[in-house]
């Protein structure tokens, strides 16, 4: 009765956990984190669905059985996670006078992030998602098309990060940026790169074209390496590629696709000597692939017979990068645009600088004659917009997610039937909701996996319709 409850709040607050982050502390923590993780997920699992390797042993994954995600496979909490501390970085840009630099590059990372999470799952929670504290923790199901086009959705927040950061007019700086280093026109430049990125994406649904010449005209886009959105991995922990801190067991269970080693082969393309190396029991500095999604009980395969990944992916990851967009993908972008007739450009110029930037990104000399063979624009035998698609997949190989996204997209590269499947023979078409979201968010999860067939992962999202 007694008991004192007198300034409760202040002595039972722990100075060493504060209940607020430093956006800078938070913005360095999300772009960290999100490319730490994709790139891990984009190598362990988005490599097997867009057939860039395949695994040697139990993977079911790699079988199509989505639902059993086993060392990635579930992307969807990395992209819950980082959509929430970025949230929080947005809320303070907007109600503290001193952070407000914060906010065009948060509305560019949500706009980001978004996308890529609509673009594996479909309809996902947006609208009413990522702000827990203050909002509901069970957010009603979004269509992938209102998520793109409605206000304060993916072009919409793009359009109003490059405003905010135009309307920036004070001295304080960004800090927390590895992607930039504080430098606001390289994320305007990156916000118009991944707006043409998702304009041409959705563009059998909407007409774009105005949208995407107005972009081409004005030039304001990444067009160099030097340009791009990404960050270095060194080769020490704890900021090395994480293959390189795994045992040794789980980086030889990824071997080089069958998929890939044709293409590749059939291309004559020296970065299989960057991506992958000489199977062990080769004698002649020889590469081989295996079929994805095999069944170890039933298929008996040595490792010494398959071509494990490159140095780069292990032993040196100082060479590679956590890559959110670069030069070559959006030359590739406009290049298809053009040869599509969305744009009026010089499709075959763009595609050929596109493969240069993709060699020079790689640390691959381009071979002299490349442009000129199996990979010319106008190959026999193949498309402008196959060309333009499967150069852009051959150099996503540590963005797999995004290879299986545009084969989705466009139907190229052809992948191949995998071996042993899950899934009646077919190639997936979007990731399942996971486990949790049943548990946690159930009446919203239910509307949302009866319209997608019980959660199939044949059921195209909305701009593959």
Not at 175 to 195: P, Q
Request: proline fraction near 4%; hydrophobic fraction near 40%; charge should be negative.
């Amino acid at each position: 009765m007694t008991s004192c409850t007198k300034d409760f709040e202040e002595i039972n607050t722990n100075p060493n956990s504060p209940v607020s982050v430093q956006p800078s502390l938070l913005l360095r923590q999300v772009i960290y984190d999100f490319g730490e993780n994709m790139s891990y997920e984009g190598f362990v699992a988005g490599d097997l669905l867009s057939q860039h390797r395949t695994a040697l042993d139990f993977n079911l994954f790699d079988r199509h059985a989505l639902k059993s995600p086993q060392l990635g496979g579930n992307p969807w909490p990395i992209f819950h996670t980082n959509l929430r501390d970025n949230e929080i970085i947005l809320n303070q840009s907007r109600t503290v006078e001193t952070f407000a630099v914060y906010e065009g590059p948060a509305l560019i990372l949500k706009a980001y992030m978004s996308a890529g999470l609509t673009d594996l799952f479909g309809d996902v929670p947006y609208f009413e998602a990522f702000n827990g504290v203050n909002g509901t923790v069970t957010p009603a199901y979004d269509l992938q098309e209102d998520i793109y086009q409605n206000e304060n959705g993916i072009l919409d927040n793009l359009d109003k990060g490059i405003a905010a950061i135009n309307a920036y007019s004070d001295v304080i700086p960004l800090e927390g940026d590895i992607l930039f280093n504080g430098d606001l026109s390289a994320w305007v430049r990156f916000a118009n790169s991944l707006k043409i990125k998702h304009l041409l994406r959705i563009s059998n649904q909407v007409n774009v074209s105005a949208a995407l010449q107005t972009l081409f005209n004005e030039g304001n886009y990444i067009t160099s390496n030097a340009q791009n959105a990404i960050f270095n991995f060194t080769n020490t922990d704890p900021n090395s590629f994480r293959l390189a801190q795994l045992r040794v067991g789980d980086f030889n269970n990824f071997v080089l696709s069958e998929t890939m080693d044709a293409i590749l082969t059939d291309l004559n393309d020296t970065r299989i000597e960057t991506f992958f190396r000489p199977f062990s029991n080769s004698t002649t500095g020889e590469f081989n692939g295996l079929l994805n999604g095999i069944d170890p009980s039933e298929t008996s395969v040595a490792l010494a017979d398959f071509s494990l990944a490159g140095t780069s992916f292990r032993e040196d990851t100082s060479t590679l990068d956590a890559n959110f967009i670069t030069a070559w993908e959006v030359q590739f972008a406009l290049a298809e645009a053009a040869a599509r007739n969305l744009i009026t450009a010089d499709a075959q110029n763009l595609y050929e600088t596109g493969v240069t930037l993709a060699f020079e990104y790689w640390n691959t000399d381009l071979p002299s004659d490349y442009l000129t063979s199996n990979a010319a624009f106008n190959a026999a035998g193949t498309t402008p917009v196959q060309q333009i698609v499967t150069q852009k997949w051959i150099a996503n190989v540590i963005n797999g997610y995004e290879g299986w996204i545009e084969y989705r997209r466009t139907g190229f590269p052809e992948l191949r039937t995998i071996s042993a499947s899950f899934n009646n023979d077919l190639i997936p078409v979007r990731m399942p909701y996971p486990a949790e979201e049943e548990a946690l968010n159930n009446e919203n999860y239910t509307q949302a996996a009866t319209a997608t067939n019980d959660n199939s992962i044949n059921v195209p999202v909305w701009w593959d319709e």
